[in-house]
């Protein structure tokens, strides 16, 4: 009897499992930008008012989107990012971000990544997927005591903007033939996404 109960339990749990995860998550991101006005809002009205501090985030991203297009947005978002670069402590954790939302979003038509690649990383045995992005400082090579390296971005699983830079000689980088986009889907999905052919 137990076994044929957990055995239904566990059919019931995979089967509703995308369901759950796709819930906890837009839970999970409704709180957080619910909470980035909403503590505001709480301290001028008094109280939490649920759903505001959402409403008006995706108000404020429409706009954004709306008028970052034209002269008058870009020029405040010039203005919005020379300000951040100049708040201490501050500037540094933003102008890490923007960099890698602009080498992943923003500049995706550009050389900034190369080619997909295979490495082996954290360890010998273990692959990793990375991107190509540079050949690697003089210096760097020099120090190292290697002849020819590269800039390997390894990209997280499902949240790609985050990483990790890796400099290591071009004779360990196996190059894949398999376009960018494919491997970026590839990472986000956790390998779900496999490219065609």
């Known amino acids: 009897m137990m076994q044929k109960i957990s055995a239904a339990f566990f059919r019931g749990l995979i089967t ?67 300000v951040m670069k100049q708040v201490p402590i501050v500037k540094s954790i933003y102008s890490s971000v923007k960099q890698i939302n602009d080498v992943l979003f923003m500049e995706r038509d550009s050389a900034a990544f190369n080619r997909a690649c295979l490495i082996e990383y954290p360890r010998k045995g273990i692959w990793s997927i990375g991107f190509v992005t540079s050949d690697a400082a003089k210096e760097i090579e020099s120090k190292a005591g290697q002849n020819k390296m590269i800039n390997v971005f ?37 390998g779900v996404l496999k490219p065609k052919g």
Request: glycine letters at 10%; zero cysteines.
């Open 16 to 82: 509703l499992l995308p369901l759950l995860i796709t819930l906890w998550l837009l839970f999970f991101f409704y709180n957080f930008l619910d909470g980035i006005l909403g503590n505001i809002i709480t301290v001028f009205v008094g109280h939490h008012i649920p759903g505001l501090g959402f409403a008006l985030i995706i108000a404020l991203i429409l706009i954004v989107g709306a008028i970052a297009p034209h002269f008058i947005g870009e020029r405040l978002i010039k203005w919005g990012d020379r």
């Open 154 to 190: 390894i990209a997280n699983t499902p949240t790609p903007a985050t990483g990790f830079l890796i400099v290591v000689p071009t004779s360990e980088v196996q190059l894949l033939d398999m376009k960018i986009d494919d491997a970026f889907k590839y990472v986000i999905s956790g």
